[in-house]
């Protein structure tokens, strides 16, 4: 079974509001990120918090993370058509063995 | 710069046909990674190799080898191709250490029929 599990599976929006996505993972962690990719094609990095913070921004984004909970959340502010993408989390072990699993994804859809 | 490059962006096999997927980096990163997406789901990891000359198994390894031929080129082999393995395969480098980003090639389409 895979490491992360986003909720919702997919996030219908109109343009304008905000998306939240969840993802919960099961082992300890160093860090986790968060990606997305558009249509089928590679995924592209997001942002990226570390196991000793709590909250991360970058411009329209905001990443929390509860390692109590193993949990991370990704909220995008003012959404936009081009949102619409499935975004995925993933994480490093601590055990640092360099194997890098991703979530299941949300699937977001942004209508304008 | 490059970055990640697949080959072949498509590929049809038929059933027991074997077949390599190609993938180099050009960004001097160290470990290097196969996943595989199925339609509407996650990525899943089917091998890595964190270093030159280490490769370890993923989550789903069964009917796939692979060869980490040099610091830049990972190769993934089907050898005996099946239909449950119809998938989009996706490549991805990152450098040294945890907390690295991930940069990823375009996918390689592959329909086992």
């Known amino acids: 079974s895979q490491q992360g599990e986003e909720d919702p599976q997919a996030l219908s929006i109109q343009e304008g509001e905000n998306a939240t996505m969840n993802c919960s993972y099961k082992t300890s962690i160093n860090n986790l990120q968060w990606y997305r990719q558009n249509s089928g094609r590679g995924l592209v990095h997001l942002i990226l918090?570390?196991?000793?913070?709590r909250e991360k921004h970058s411009g329209r984004l905001r990443v929390t993370l509860d390692t109590s909970k193993k949990s991370s959340s990704l909220l995008i502010t003012a959404s936009r058509a081009a949102d619409t993408a499935s975004y995925f989390c993933a994480t490093d072990e601590i055990s640092g063995t360099y194997k890098y699993i991703f979530g299941t994804g949300t699937r977001l859809k942004v209508l304008a | 710069n490059a970055g990640v490059t697949q080959t072949p962006k498509f590929q049809v096999l038929k059933t027991g046909q074997s077949m390599t997927l190609q993938c180099a980096q050009d960004m001097n990163h160290n470990s290097m990674y196969w996943y595989r997406q199925d339609p509407g789901m996650g990525l899943r990891l089917i091998y890595y190799?964190?270093?030159?000359?280490?490769?370890d198994k993923g989550e789903v390894p069964n009917g796939y080898n692979v060869s980490r031929l040099n610091k830049r080129e990972f190769s993934l082999r089907l050898e005996s191709a099946a239909p449950s393995q119809t998938s989009v395969y996706f490549c991805?480098?990152?450098?040294?250490?945890?907390?690295?980003?991930?940069?990823f090639g375009q996918g390689t389409r592959l329909t086992v029929v």
């Open positions: 190799s964190a270093s030159e000359g280490t490769t």
């Open positions: 918090i570390r196991s000793n913070e």
């Open positions: 991805a480098s990152r450098g040294q250490g945890a907390g690295t980003e991930a940069f």
